[in-house]
């Protein structure tokens, strides 16, 4: 049997390929939909909106019915004036949780445009080049004693 120098040489000398241009390397960026991002940034600002306007009315409300408890001295206001705490304090957290949700929102976004992520996972990809190209590859990898991956860097489609 021939070593894969000797089919190499062979192969360069039988096979007559035309000169080729390196292909452009194009890399595929899915559509984003930008009315359905525009739609959720403005209900987002619309929503923290709100909910600030929430919070303020509260505190508006909170000093009268305080002033209201101080002079009616009865269980009752003290009892509805901490209801009216609890509420003010929940639509505090409920903006805090509207932020939190913004951020898991944007890093999954991030996370599924972002191609160069190392835990994202590439599928059906395909050679182009002649068998002679996948052959010079692959002795270059053998010659360096590492693995065959299917990596850009060692699969590319500009002739070697």
């Given at each position: ?7 190499l040489k062979s ?5 007559i ?7 452009p ?11 359905l991002?525009?739609d959720?940034?403005?209900d987002?600002?619309?929503s923290?909106?709100?909910?600030k306007?929430l919070i303020?009315t509260s ?8 002033i ?9 206001a ?5 209801g009216m705490i609890?509420t003010t304090?929940?639509?505090t ?9 913004r ?6 976004d ?11 996972t ?12 996948l ?7 053998r010659?360096?004693?590492n693995?065959i991956s ?5 699969i ?5």
């Open positions: 049997m021939k070593s894969s120098d000797e089919i192969l360069e000398k039988n096979i390929l035309p000169p080729q241009k390196a292909l390397v194009v890399k595929y960026i899915p559509p984003e939909n930008d009315k991002q525009k959720s940034e403005e987002y600002a619309y923290r909106d709100k909910l306007k303020d505190e508006t409300a909170l000093e009268k019915m305080l209201v408890a101080e002079e009616a001295e009865h269980p009752r003290f009892e509805v004036l901490a609890k304090s929940e639509v957290m409920e903006l805090m949780k509207l932020q939190s949700v951020k898991e929102l944007l890093a999954q991030k996370g599924k445009s972002d191609s160069g992520n190392p835990a994202s590439t599928n059906l990809s395909v050679f182009i080049g002649t068998t002679l190209d052959q010079k590859q692959i002795q270059v990898v010659d360096s004693k693995l299917a990596t850009p860097e060692v590319s489609t500009e002739p070697v």
